[in-house]
């Protein structure tokens, strides 16, 4: 148990949709980092809020936006859903150190 | 952020000594180096982080050598429970982590 927490477990949704993920941190960490994990693939960085700022992007369309609220919590919204947006979607805090926590994750499905 | 290279896969049997190691010839000098696991379906889980020499916690080992530009992971006494990918990191602070594919584990009875 990480103390990382991540709604909902699981999605379906169909293309076009948008979707909101929701993450909520470890006790104490400042910091929130998103992540997509394609099947069989390492999780792959879409961005990172630190202290409710934007704090670094991969290389993700805007299409896929967060926000960080005053608790630290987190959410991700992607919007126009496409069929390859199918993933794990994961969070993972930490508290300006090199360990990030990771949340169980939200496995998105797009029909 | 540096690269990291690993092989794709291992197997090993329960109750052996299971030794992954891992390329990051670009490593910087502020990187820790940094392991983590994970099993189907759920998020990555930190193992061990060092920056040099050899770490020990309760679950493995970190073999660094001087020139940093590779790291082993040593887990002693797999079991089955073992099976899992293995992630090898570099970075540092706050910055995001770059995955490579991982090391895929299977451990035998």
């Known amino acids: 148990e990480t103390g990382v927490t991540q709604s909902p477990t699981h999605l379906i949704k169909t293309r076009g949709q948008q979707v909101t993920l929701r993450c909520s941190s470890q006790?104490?960490?400042?910091?929130v980092s998103w992540y997509q994990q394609a099947l069989g693939q390492g999780p792959q960085f879409i961005f990172q809020?630190?202290?409710?700022?934007?704090?670094g992007r991969g290389n993700f369309p805007p299409r896929f936006s967060g926000l960080q609220f005053p608790n630290y919590s987190s959410e991700l919204n992607v919007n126009a859903l496409e069929l390859d947006d199918s993933a794990l979607y994961l969070c993972?805090?930490?508290?300006?150190?090199?360990?990030?926590?990771f949340g169980p994750g939200t496995r998105l499905t797009v029909t | 952020l540096a690269k990291t290279t690993q092989p794709i896969s291992m197997d090993s049997y329960e109750g052996q000594e299971v030794n992954i190691t891992c390329s990051h010839n670009?490593?910087?000098?502020?990187?820790?180096i940094t392991w983590y696991q994970q099993f189907p379906s759920q998020g990555p889980r930190f193992i061990i982080q060092?920056?040099?020499t050899k770490v020990t916690n309760e679950v493995a080992s970190l073999f660094i050598p001087a020139d940093r530009k590779s790291s082993t992971l040593s887990l002693p006494r797999v079991s089955l429970s073992d099976t899992a990918v293995y992630y090898c990191?570099?970075?540092?602070?706050?910055?995001?982590?770059?995955f490579g594919s991982g090391t895929r584990l299977q451990v035998q009875p």
């Open positions: 809020y630190y202290r409710e700022e934007e704090n």
């Open positions: 006790s104490g960490h400042n910091t």
């Open positions: 670009n490593i910087a000098t502020n990187d820790y």
């Open positions: 993972a805090s930490s508290w300006d150190s090199n360990e990030q926590y």
């Open positions: 990191l570099v970075g540092t602070g706050r910055r995001a982590l770059t």
């Open positions: 060092g920056y040099k």
